[in-house]
C-alpha cells in the first residue's frame, strides 16, 4: 500500500522557556498515549489548556524514530465525547523497531508558577512536552477502531446450485513418489529446495505434504539418531515454484556423537546435536495432496448466499479484525447471528456469475479459465497466435505468445480480462498484483510489456493507445528475467507525481506470518504429528509484483497486458483492496449461506466490526429491505418420511404418505 511520509520540522530544535515534564503534561493534556506503537494505525489524544495556552494557536506535534526520522501523524477533525482531538499515528512494517519520541510545542501564556510568560517569549513557540514510545511494528493493533465515516455496504442475493465434485484418480486426497527429488538447503533465508526430474510437481501439490524415509548414509561415523526411527523428513510443501521445483521446511536431524574421552581406560563419551542436512538426491518419497476437483452441475439443487460487499472501509484508528453479520425478516424485531468472519483479503477478479465462490479468474489453473475469461488480440497488425497455459516457469501460468511474429514498433499484443462487473471505488486504494517471469524473442532488442487497468471511468489517453491508465512498464535487455527488481528502472518510474501507481513492493506476502504463524494441512493419523518449524527468513518470490493505485472514480475495471516485444509468463493475478501488517483494506467483500424464513423474502441486515482482541467499533451498519428468492426445497436420499398431508398448488392434496 502507498505510504504517507512524515516531515520534520525545525522549530522542535529550537530552545523553549518551558519544559514541560509532567506525565500526561499540564499545557497540553495528552492522553491514551500507549506505551508501544504497533503495526498501523496507533492513537493519542489531545486537550490543549486554553487557560495556559494562547486561545486560537496552533499545537505543533512531531514523532521521531530511533534513527531520528519522522514518523507520519494526523490531527483529525474527529473530537471524542470529552472534547479531546484525536492524533492517528501510522505505524508501518519498515518502520524501525526502539524507542520513538513523541515531542508537542505550543505557545504558552502562563509559566507553571502561574506568572504571566515575559515579552521576549509572548506570542511564539514557548512550551514542550516530550514521552518516549516504543515502536514495535511486528506486533498485533489492538487500538480500538474508530470510524469517522461510514462505510458502503451493498448486499445482494446470488443463487448457486450444488455441484458434483469429481478427482482424476477419484479420491480427493493423492500421492506421488515418480522421479528423483534433489534437496537442497537454501544458502539464504530459512527454506530448503527441493527439484525434481522424471516427473512433475502441480498446483494442487500446493500446502500438501511431502515424506522422504531417512537415509543412514546421512550420518558420519560414530554418530546415531538419538531415537531410532526419527529421522524422517516430514515437510509441509509451502510452495509450488513451477513444474519442476517447490519450496519446504529444512531437514533436520537429532543425533548423538560417540568419541572416546580418555584413549588409556577407553571410555566413550558422547554428545548430542541437532543438524540441517544440507542436501540429498533420491527416488523414495511420496507426495501427498488434495486433488484439484471437476465441478459438475445438473443437481438442480440451490443456495441461496448473501454477497456483500464493503468500501470505504478506512478507520481513522485501529485496524477492522472481523465482521458479524445479523440478519432478521423485515418486520421482525430481532436479528440473528448469520455469520463471524475474519476481515478477508478477497481476490476482486472473481467471476460473480460462477456456481463456485470466490471463482478466480487470474488463477490459471487451466487454458479453459485464460480462454474464457481473457480476451487476446493483435493491434496494429493482424497475426495468428494463441495464448497457453503452461507451468515450466511459474506454475499456473498464462503464456503470453505471438510479439516474435509482429513486423512493426507500433504494433502489440493486447491480453485483457473480460467479465464487465468487476467494480472498484473512487478514493478506495487497491493493489494489483502478479507473478511475472519475461523472455527476450531472439532477434529482439529487449523484452518490453506494459501493464494498464482500463475501465468506463478509467482514463484511457490516446497516446497510450486507448488501452486505460498504464500502471507500470516493464523492460529489460536480457535474456530473461526472473526478479521483478531486474526490470529497467521499475522501482524508479512511478515515483512520478503525475503516475497513478505507488513505488512497486518487490517483495512476497510469504504463507509464514510474524509470530511463527504457520498453515499446515490438518491430519489425523494414528501416533504422528506435524512438527512446525518457524524459520525467520522466508522464502521472497522474486517473480511477484505489487502496485497500487487510487481510482478518482467508481468504475468497472479490467486488468490489460500490452506486450511490444518479449514471451511473457503471467500467473496468480490479484485486485485486493490495498493491505498491509495492522491497516485495513479499503474494500473487501464477503459470501454467507443465507436460510429465508419464506419464498420471497424481504431481509434486513446489520454489520458490526471488532478489533483483534473483539472489541466493537464506533459505528454498526444496517441496511434494510433486500429482496431474497431463498434456497430451493430439494429433498434427496432414500429414507426421507413426510406424515400427515400435504395441500400443493391451488388444493390439490396428498394424504397416507
Given at each position: 500500500m502507498q505510504r504517507r511520509i512524515g516531515k520534520l520540522s525545525p522549530i522542535f530544535t529550537d530552545e523553549v522557556l518551558i519544559s514541560d515534564s509532567q506525565f500526561n503534561s499540564r499545557y497540553f493534556r495528552v492522553s491514551e498515549v500507549p506505551q508501544i506503537f504497533t503495526a498501523g494505525k496507533n492513537k493519542f489524544k489531545v486537550y490543549g489548556n486554553d487557560s495556559i495556552l494562547l486561545r486560537n494557536s496552533r499545537i505543533a506535534i512531531q514523532i521521531t524514530d530511533v534513527n531520528g526520522d519522522p514518523?507520519?501523524?494526523?490531527?483529525?477533525?474527529?473530537?471524542?465525547?470529552?472534547g479531546n482531538v484525536i492524533v492517528t499515528v501510522f505505524i508501518y512494517p519498515e518502520t524501525?523497531?526502539?524507542?520513538?519520541?513523541?515531542?508537542?510545542?505550543?505557545?504558552?501564556?502562563?509559566r507553571?508558577?502561574?506568572?504571566?510568560?515575559?515579552?521576549?517569549?509572548?506570542?511564539?513557540?514557548?512550551?514542550?512536552?516530550?514521552?518516549?514510545?516504543?515502536?514495535?511494528p511486528e506486533q498485533d493493533n489492538i487500538e480500538p477502531v474508530i470510524f469517522n465515516k461510514a462505510p458502503g455496504v451493498k448486499v445482494v442475493e446470488n443463487i448457486r446450485e450444488y455441484l458434483t465434485q469429481t478427482y482424476s484418480t477419484g479420491l480427493a486426497t493423492t500421492t506421488q513418489s515418480a522421479g528423483t527429488i534433489t534437496y537442497t538447503k537454501d544458502a539464504r533465508g530459512g527454506d530448503a529446495t527441493i527439484t525434481i526430474a522424471g516427473a512433475s510437481f502441480t498446483e494442487d501439490m500446493n500446502l500438501g505434504q511431502i515424506t522422504v524415509p531417512f537415509n543412514p548414509a546421512?550420518?558420519?561415523?560414530?554418530?546415531n539418531l538419538i531415537q531410532a526411527g526419527s529421522g524422517d523428513y516430514n515437510s509441509t510443501i509451502k510452495?509450488?515454484?513451477?513444474?519442476s521445483t517447490i519450496k519446504v521446511q529444512p531437514y533436520a536431524i537429532t543425533t548423538q556423537i560417540s568419541e572416546i574421552g580418555d584413549r588409556n581406560s577407553g571410555t566413550m563419551f558422547s554428545t548430542q546435536q541437532t543438524r540441517l542436512i544440507p542436501n540429498f538426491t533420491t527416488t523414495n518419497y511420496t507426495a501427498s495432496f488434495l486433488q484439484l476437483a471437476t465441478y459438475t452441475a445438473g443437481t438442480l439443487n440451490s443456495q441461496s448466499f448473501a454477497n456483500i460487499t464493503i468500501k470505504n472501509l478506512d478507520p481513522l484508528v485501529g485496524k477492522v479484525h472481523s465482521i458479524k453479520t445479523y440478519m432478521r425478516s423485515h418486520g421482525f424485531n430481532t436479528y440473528q447471528l448469520v455469520g463471524q468472519d475474519i476481515l478477508p483479503e478477497r481476490d476482486l477478479l472473481t467471476n460473480l456469475d460462477s456456481n463456485l465462490a470466490y471463482d478466480r479468474i487470474g488463477d490459471y489453473k487451466s487454458i479453459e479459465i485464460i480462454n474464457e475469461y481473457w480476451n487476446s488480440g493483435s493491434v496494429g497488425e493482424s497475426i495468428s497466435f494463441t495464448n497457453t497455459h503452461d507451468d515450466s516457469e511459474i506454475i499456473s501460468a498464462m503464456k503470453i505468445n505471438g510479439a516474435n511474429s509482429l513486423t512493426s514498433d507500433s504494433s502489440y499484443i493486447r491480453v485483457n480480462s473480460i467479465p464487465n462487473n468487476i467494480e472498484i471505488f473512487k478514493e478506495n486504494e487497491y493493489e494489483l498484483s502478479f507473478k511475472v517471469v519475461g523472455e527476450k524473442n531472439a532477434g529482439d532488442i529487449n523484452m518490453l510489456m506494459d501493464v494498464y487497468i482500463s475501465g468506463s471511468n478509467i482514463a484511457s489517453p490516446e497516446l497510450e493507445g486507448n488501452n486505460g491508465t498504464k500502471l507500470v512498464r516493464l523492460v529489460s535487455t536480457a535474456d530473461k528475467v526472473s526478479d521483478v527488481s531486474l526490470f529497467?528502472?521499475?522501482?524508479?518510474?512511478?515515483?512520478?507525481?503525475?503516475?497513478?501507481?505507488g513505488v512497486p513492493a518487490l517483495r512476497a506476502r510469504s504463507s509464514q506470518t510474524r509470530g511463527g504463524r504457520v498453515t499446515v494441512p490438518g491430519g489425523f493419523q494414528s501416533n504422528t504429528v506435524n512438527t512446525i518449524q518457524v524459520s525467520d527468513n522466508d522464502y521472497v518470490d522474486e517473480r511477484l509484483l505489487e502496485l497500487t493505485f487510487t481510482p478518482e472514480n467508481d468504475t468497472d475495471i479490467h486488468v490489460v497486458f500490452v506486450v511490444k516485444r518479449g514471451t511473457w509468463y503471467i500467473s496468480?493475478?490479484?485486485?485486493?483492496?490495498?493491505?498491509?501488517?495492522?491497516?485495513?483494506?479499503?474494500?473487501t467483500f464477503i459470501e454467507i449461506p443465507i436460510d429465508v424464513p419464506r419464498a420471497e423474502d424481504i431481509l434486513d441486515f446489520k454489520f458490526e466490526f471488532y478489533n483483534e482482541i473483539g472489541m466493537q467499533s464506533n459505528i454498526t451498519l444496517v441496511t434494510e429491505s433486500v429482496d431474497f428468492r431463498g434456497s430451493n426445497l430439494y429433498i434427496s436420499g432414500n429414507d426421507n418420511q413426510l406424515s400427515g398431508s400435504v395441500i400443493v398448488g391451488n388444493g390439490i392434496i396428498f394424504e397416507g404418505f
Open positions: 514518523i507520519y501523524h494526523q490531527v483529525n477533525n474527529y473530537v471524542d465525547n470529552s524501525p523497531p526502539g524507542l520513538a519520541k513523541l515531542s508537542i510545542m505550543g505557545v504558552a501564556t502562563k507553571p508558577n502561574g506568572n504571566p510568560v515575559s515579552n521576549f517569549w509572548a506570542d511564539k513557540y514557548n512550551v514542550r512536552w516530550e514521552r518516549d514510545i516504543t515502536i514495535a546421512l550420518l558420519s561415523t560414530n554418530e510452495s509450488v515454484v513451477n513444474s529497467n528502472g521499475v522501482t524508479q518510474q512511478s515515483r512520478n507525481t503525475n503516475s497513478p501507481v496468480d493475478v490479484k485486485l485486493q483492496g490495498a493491505r498491509d501488517l495492522g491497516f485495513t483494506p479499503n474494500h
